[in-house]
């Protein structure tokens, strides 16, 4: 059989070798020439910059079926960390990543006032020093939070302070993004995979991975799920829609419902995220109101979910968010049935439905994720309005 065409190497090639070994694990130089179409030489050469650069390592060698065996390599986890910051409403999440995604650092801790550079600044230098993390190796931040509404102001000049304070590049992305790209990073999905991740938190939001690389949309406002409408005379939203999924199926929502039952209402603190807990808790400790009130926000979420399934033919779907943390088995089981019944592709490929290990910290897992793809694998940030962002 004739070789293909090789491409060229260049950044994408060193990105497109990043990744194929990241979601491989381990691998040989052949392997990696055959996966990615790449020159031999091409391959060694990268290899190479790689290993020097401390990105990854040979780990030993694999018997081969024609004698010779084969050196393996693979990331070098504790090499360098990538530090995410996740801003909620009155708690700051604060995170460290090795380069395969694996947590080496976590802490969340309550959100003062004051100017926010200053104070993301002060918390980047009690975290880092806290876990010890040598400064040289850690590639950047990443600050991530909840998409503002249209109109709502975004300082620009806060990513340029946030920088010229910790001597280091800032990422700012919205937090279903980043999670989507955590989730990828941290599950091993190859580039092959059709990739999404749905973000149920006060909101909702999602992600998606296409080619390695996140999908950010014309002005990084991919994602906007919680404001597809299920219901064109339904609930009024405050984007200026009717019907939004986000008005039935976010723990807002969930919350707003319950207050209205009597037999729930009394039992629910004062913060959405504490009761919606409470509900989630009484939903899996065989409360029957309460599991019919989260029922049925997952049957609507179920309905979302299928129209961006069939929009964009996904192959493999996580859902994520502090609103999946306590009774996330409703929502996926609500979602993995509702697509196998309804999803357009459904007699050509299977939809993975997963649920996240780490839902609560998805976004700042996230966020630390966008550092280290950013630094390790450059060619995969997604245009050039990316790149200034991380590069300045
Ligand atoms: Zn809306």
């Known amino acids: 059989m004739a070789r293909r065409e090789a491409p060229a190497a260049g950044p994408g090639s060193r990105a497109l070798i990043v990744d194929v070994i990241r979601s491989a694990g381990t691998i040989s130089r052949a392997e990696l020439a055959e996966l990615t179409g790449l020159t031999q030489p091409s391959i060694s050469n990268i290899v190479r910059d790689l290993i020097t650069d401390g990105i990854i390592h040979e780990t030993g060698s694999a018997g081969s079926p024609r004698g010779k065996p084969r050196k393996l390599i693979a990331i070098s986890p504790a090499n360098r960390f990538g530090v995410g910051f996740h801003l909620g409403v009155d708690t700051i999440t604060c995170v460290a990543i090795d380069l395969t995604g694996g947590m080496v650092g976590r802490e969340v801790v309550p959100r003062s006032a004051g100017a926010l550079p200053e104070l993301l600044a002060t918390r980047f230098d009690d975290f880092t020093n806290g876990l010890d993390l040598p400064v040289d190796r850690i590639e950047g931040l990443a600050v991530v939070a909840p998409a503002p509404y249209p109109g709502e102001p975004a300082p620009p000049e806060f990513r340029a302070e946030l920088a010229a304070k ?58 906007e799920l919680g404001h597809l409408s299920i219901d064109y005379e339904g609930r009024a939203c405050p984007c200026g829609n009717q019907g939004c999924i986000e008005r039935y199926a976010s723990m807002a929502a969930v919350v707003e419902t319950a207050r209205e039952i009597p037999t729930l209402r009394d039992r629910l603190g004062p913060t959405i995220s504490g009761a919606h807990d409470a509900v989630a808790r009484a939903a899996v400790n065989g409360d029957r109101v309460a599991f019919e009130v989260l029922d049925r926000a997952a049957g609507h979420l179920a309905v979302a979910v299928t129209s961006v399934v069939n929009l964009l033919d996904l192959g493999r779907l996580v859902l994520t968010g502090p609103g999946v943390a306590v009774a996330g088995s409703i929502y996926t089981r609500r979602v993995r049935a509702h697509l196998e019944r309804t999803a357009h592709s459904r007699h050509r490929h299977p939809v993975t439905v997963e649920l996240s290990a780490q839902p609560r910290d998805a976004a700042g897992i996230g966020a630390a994720a966008l550092v280290v793809q950013a630094s390790i694998a450059p060619g995969h940030t997604p245009g050039p309005a990316a790149q200034a962002l991380f590069h300045g």
Request: proline share 2%; charged share 15%.
């Open 166 to 223: 910790i001597g280091l590049p800032v990422i700012v992305e919205n937090d279903a993004a980043a999670a989507a790209l955590g989730e990828f990073w941290s599950r091993r999905v190859s580039r092959e995979q059709v990739f999404g991740s749905i973000y149920v938190s006060t909101g909702i939001g999602a992600g998606f991975v296409f080619g390695g690389a996140l999908f950010r949309g014309a002005s990084f406002d991919a994602g």
